[in-house]
């Protein structure tokens, strides 16, 4: 008797799937987690070349925005644009936690989102798709600032701050649709008697 008779006819086979897929799915899942993903790592490169650029600007340097030190407008908008970043981060934290989870509860390797996953999750894709789209929003405001400081440097110091607000209300908004999204899974999976 061979090895497959042995088995019942059964082969085993690894699963060759990345930890990403098996964590997203090919889908909507990882479409969605990816796509915040880019929208977080635009702002990071747009922080990091304005920290570059104009991180240290009438020897003020970024790193002494809160301490007490006198800041110069410029270093007080790249400070609040660099400081914004461990925000983004944790929120691509929560992204891919809440992504993992709705591919437990509604498994996908394709792009549509089925009626029964609507019935389990609601609006939970789209709330994700606009946070998205409100983290690339700041990393534009960022850009923006950046382009600020090339053409007309310090002046304007008003305007200058307004950059980093803007940065962060895109930014708090997509942390509240983030949550909302969030405890719709919670709620719908503690409506079914699962565990987040």
């Known amino acids: 008797m061979g090895l497959r008779e042995a088995l019942g ?13 098996k964590r997203f799915g090919t889908g909507l899942w990882r479409q969605h987690r990816d796509r915040f993903s880019r929208s977080v790592d635009r702002y990071f490169e747009t922080a990091e070349a304005l920290h ?3 991180g240290d600007v009438d020897g003020t340097a970024v790193q002494d925005v809160g301490a007490g030190a006198p800041v110069t407008p410029v270093a007080a908008a790249v400070g609040e644009i660099s400081a914004l970043t461990a925000t983004l981060n944790a929120l691509d934290d929560r992204v891919a936690e809440l992504m993992a989870r709705c591919h437990r509860t509604v498994p996908l390797d394709g792009l549509v989102f089925p009626a029964e996953g609507r019935k389990l999750l609601g609006d939970v ?16 405001t960022a850009a923006m600032l950046r382009a600020h400081l090339r053409m007309h440097g310090a002046a304007d110091a ?9 940065a962060r209300r895109y930014a708090d908004r997509a942390a509240e649709l983030l949550q909302a999204a ?15």
């Open 182 to 196: 969030s405890a719709t899974a919670d709620g719908n999976g503690a409506a079914r008697g699962e565990r987040p």
């Open 125 to 140: 894709p789209e709330a994700v798709s606009r946070a998205a789209s409100l983290v690339a929003q700041a990393a534009q």
């Open 158 to 166: 008003a305007q200058l701050l307004e950059y980093p607000a803007s």
């Open 52 to 54: 570059r650029e104009f």
């Open 9 to 21: 006819g059964r082969l085993f086979t690894r699963d060759r799937r990345s930890p990403e897929e």
